[in-house]
């Protein structure tokens, strides 16, 4: 029994061992070249440079109006490049609705001010969404069909891996998918 109890203890040993040194490996991979200096990135609120959204940022047409514009401000790298970080925010005002669409990779999002709703789905429906409050954070995995709603005035920040581009979905594809379907990847 003690013989199993050290080997078990060399194992563990042996295995914490393992991950501390790929841990620190890492860590050393992650440094920037000899010669290159690490620099921070900062914007401050004064810097922020309010547009409309960059043209080619969306594929078809949304299914649901609007309502009122929507306010895009870059903050770093280029949401339409493949494999590059972004950090973009968003405003909107009250009612303002995000047709049913989809994105390639993953989309991070951090309510700054307001409500930001989130549904599910290939049908804008206010019954199936969940509010994320000031403060608060959200995941639309890849490819995942979803919709949102602003309430009250909103600003979000959305970050990730580009491209990020909106991808709406018809009526006519909705109902020819079916519910919670997702296109092939491309």
């Known amino acids: 029994m ?26 050393e991979q992650a440094k920037p070249a000899p010669g290159v200096e690490a620099k921070l990135y900062i914007v401050t609120p004064s810097q922020i440079r309010w547009t409309d959204p960059p043209a080619g940022v969306a594929r078809g047409t949304p299914s649901v109006a609007p309502g009122s514009p929507l306010r895009y401000a870059p903050i770093q790298g280029d949401p339409l490049k493949s494999g590059v970080p972004f950090v973009i925010r968003l405003q909107c005002s009250d009612g303002y609705k995000v047709a049913p669409h989809w994105h390639a990779p993953d989309e991070n999002i951090v309510v700054l001010e307001g409500t930001f709703s989130l549904g ?18 959200g995941l639309v995995p890849g490819r995942m069909h979803h919709f949102a709603l602003c309430k009250g005035k909103t600003d979000i920040l959305v970050y990730g891996i580009g491209p990020r581009l909106n991808n709406w979905i018809s009526v006519s594809s909705a109902s020819t998918l079916g519910a919670g379907a997702k296109p092939a990847a491309k």
């Open 2 to 27: 003690r013989v199993k109890l050290a080997s078990l203890g060399l194992l563990v040993g042996l295995g914490v061992s393992g991950a501390v040194l790929l841990a620190q490996r890492a860590a």
């Open 120 to 137: 599910s789905g290939d049908r804008f429906d206010t019954g199936r969404m969940q509010d994320i409050p000031t403060g608060g954070y």
